[in-house]
Nanobody, 116 residues
Framework: QVQLMESGGGLVQPGGSLRLSCEMS????????YGWYRQAPGKERELVAR??????NYADSVKGRFTISRDKVKNTLYLQMDSVKPEDTAIYFC???????????WGQGTQVTVSS
């Protein structure tokens, strides 16, 4: 059973930085994809950043500001968020996909609020 636990959310001022972490169970070590998604109030969940078969991709809205990374030893996925904007306010979820034909397994989410 895959288990994911996000942490690191909170209140941050515009222009500030925040690092989200997602602790993953050890059985995710060789999965096909790892990603961060977000959902703002009244909006659909959207992709933020993803590592798919080793390749990184980002939503246009976060390119140059956010960085996704993975520590294979710690089985932890990170999202470094820099130069944050109020529109980055959302619940952030990490997700893993075991193989190209599988579906995402989701964490419980962590709230990020960007406000002065």
């Amino acid at each position: 059973q895959v288990q994911l636990m996000e942490s690191g959310g909170g209140l941050v001022q515009p222009g500030g930085s925040l690092r989200l972490s997602c602790e993953m169970s050890s059985n995710t070590a060789n999965f096909y994809a790892y990603g961060w998604y977000r959902q703002a109030p009244g909006k659909e969940r959207e992709l933020v950043a993803r590592i798919t078969a080793g390749k990184l991709n980002y939503a246009d809205s976060v390119k140059g500001r956010f960085t996704i990374s993975r520590d294979k030893v710690k089985n932890t996925l990170y999202l470094q968020m820099d130069s944050v904007k109020p529109e980055d306010t959302a619940i952030y979820f990490c997700a893993t996909q075991g193989d190209p034909f599988g579906t995402n397994t989701w964490g419980q989410g962590t709230q990020v609020t960007v406000s002065s």
